[in-house]
């Protein structure tokens, strides 16, 4: 079965408390390479057959409506892979 | 020493009978906490409350709306996200948005339902620091001519719980400043800002003034006794809260100040 792969970041504007947080973590675990973490979201749909351009722009449109919040977040990516 | 009153006791504070006629809807989605406290403010303001189911198709006959706090969906996907598209929800905004401009407030989860159907700009995100938050905290009404705050004075301070984990009102620059000058930013918080909300604002209403939203939680604050606590344990602050439920019943008999 293909499935949309739908990526979902915070806004760059954004402070992104839970990356925050993470990167505070990273370095008491001897991980002090890292100076910045955001965290996002990644959604797989799965679709029953093939993936036509019309479901995929469905896809588009839930990932703007329902996936992500306009006003904090931005969808980074939409894919489709092939199982 | 003053006595408290037991619990059942409590009977409305200063309640008109004609309030009685005016009815608001109290909606109920999976995951709602707090609609029987709101059903009780509504009660206890004089009013008489319907419970609203979130699959129904149809408001029926409510003159205004309240969408109670709590963890719709679990907080699922992001808070408010998925009550949001619920039946009711489209014709609650449909209400909202009609001439008859139905009064509609959104508390704590509710706020987030209202900033996810876009009924109110911006949105909420994780508090700044990380943590669950419950408190007692004093807000500033900064505007008492919407639907929801006539029985207020303008600048008056009210002390109402506030508990939360994403209550960090965010919003872009420009919007904050449209919210600014257009008066729509209904409450700050005071003395101490929770959670990070972007210029201590704790509620905000839509141009209308019939949609208001707010973090905090007026419906815990309207029974003697059981809101905040005051110095000597009684009057004070507990009851900060009623003037929210009350504004809007004399706005629907047409009784404000």
Not at chain 2, 205 to 214: D, H, I, K, Q, T
């Amino acid at each position: 079965m293909p499935r949309i792969v739908v990526d979902v970041m915070p806004k760059p504007e954004i402070l992104d408390p839970q990356g925050k947080a993470i990167v505070g973590a990273l370095p008491r675990l001897g991980f002090t390479s890292f100076s910045s973490v955001r965290q996002g979201k990644r959604f797989e749909l799965t679709v029953d057959g093939e993936v036509t351009d019309a479901i995929l722009a469905q896809a588009r449109e839930a990932a703007e409506t329902l996936l992500s919040n306009p006003v904090i977040e931005d969808v980074v990516n939409v894919e489709v892979v092939e199982a | 020493m003053t006595e408290l009153p037991l619990i059942g006791e409590a009977i409305a504070v200063a309640a008109e009978p004609r309030l009685a006629g005016a009815r608001i809807g109290v909606v109920t989605f999976p995951g709602t906490l707090d609609d029987r406290d709101a059903a009780r403010a509504v009660r206890l303001a004089g009013g008489t409350p319907v419970p609203l189911w979130h699959a129904d198709n149809a408001l029926g006959d409510v003159d205004a709306v309240v969408i109670p706090g709590g963890f719709s969906y679990g907080d699922y996907l992001r808070a408010g996200a998925i009550a949001r598209f619920a039946p009711l929800m489209s014709k609650i905004i449909d209400a909202a948005n009609s001439d008859a401009r139905l009064p509609v407030l959104g508390i704590c989860n509710g706020f987030q339902i209202l900033t996810e159907s876009h009924l109110l700009p911006g949105s909420m995100i994780k508090n700044d620091h990380l943590k669950f938050m419950c408190r007692d905290q004093v807000l500033r009404v900064e505007n008492n001519s919407t639907d929801w705050t006539l029985d207020y004075e303008a600048g008056q301070e009210i002390t109402v719980p506030l508990k939360n984990q994403d209550g960090q009102y965010i919003a872009d620059e420009k919007t904050l400043d449209a919210l600014e000058a257009e008066g729509r930013v209904v409450f700050r918080y005071v003395g101490f800002n929770p959670n990070g909300s972007r210029r201590d604002i704790a509620g905000i209403s839509n141009a209308a003034g019939n949609v208001v939203g707010l973090m905090p939680h007026p419906e815990h604050a309207v029974e003697v006794g059981y809101g905040p606590e005051s110095l000597d344990g009684i009057g004070g602050s507990d009851t900060d809260g009623l003037a929210f439920f009350t504004s809007v019943l004399n706005k629907i008999v047409g009784a404000n100040k």
